[in-house]
């Protein structure tokens, strides 16, 4: 039985629509909760762009875009502190353009959703000191 790739499903129907896996773009995405609106990419893309991307590893990753460069952009998922960078137009399959949950649809366009995003690269610092605390005293934890 041959796999449809995303590549394929945007590419037929200009849309694809699934529910992610893993937990890098949490608070705002849930894995098991979120139903995933992507469509076909228009560039250029912008900052605070979500592209569902295709790392050269063959993983599929969907990630913000946090910083848009002359040939790639900087992307990092909102529950993450590391970025990633080199992610060129050739890597993207299709942008978030919308998430449904339990029934009611939250446009990128929405008002809230924007300032959500702003207000939570805004904090950066103070979550990436949390982040590095907690994975700090983890470590002490347990070496005694």
């Known amino acids: ?15 694809l629509i699934y529910t992610n896996k893993g937990d890098s773009m949490m608070p705002l995405i849930k894995e098991g909760r979120d139903i995933l609106i ?4 228009t560039y250029p893309l912008k900052k605070y762009d979500v592209p569902l991307y295709k790392r050269d590893s063959g993983q599929y990753v969907l990630h913000r875009i946090i910083q848009v460069r002359k040939d790639d952009y900087v992307t990092m998922g909102d529950n993450r502190i590391n970025k990633e960078y080199g992610i060129t137009d050739r890597h993207i399959i299709g942008v978030l353009k919308g998430i449904n949950r339990s029934g009611k649809n ?3 366009d929405d008002t809230g959703y924007k ?17 590095r605390s907690k994975n700090l005293f983890r470590i002490v934890k347990r070496k005694f």
Request: glycine share 2%; net charge positive.
């Open 1 to 15: 039985m041959n796999k449809t790739t995303f590549e394929q499903v945007i590419e037929k129907t200009g849309r």
């Open 38 to 41: 992507i469509e076909k990419p």
């Open 106 to 108: 939250i446009s990128v």
């Open 115 to 131: 300032l959500y995003v702003r207000l939570w690269y805004f904090i950066f610092p103070i979550r990436y000191i949390w982040v």
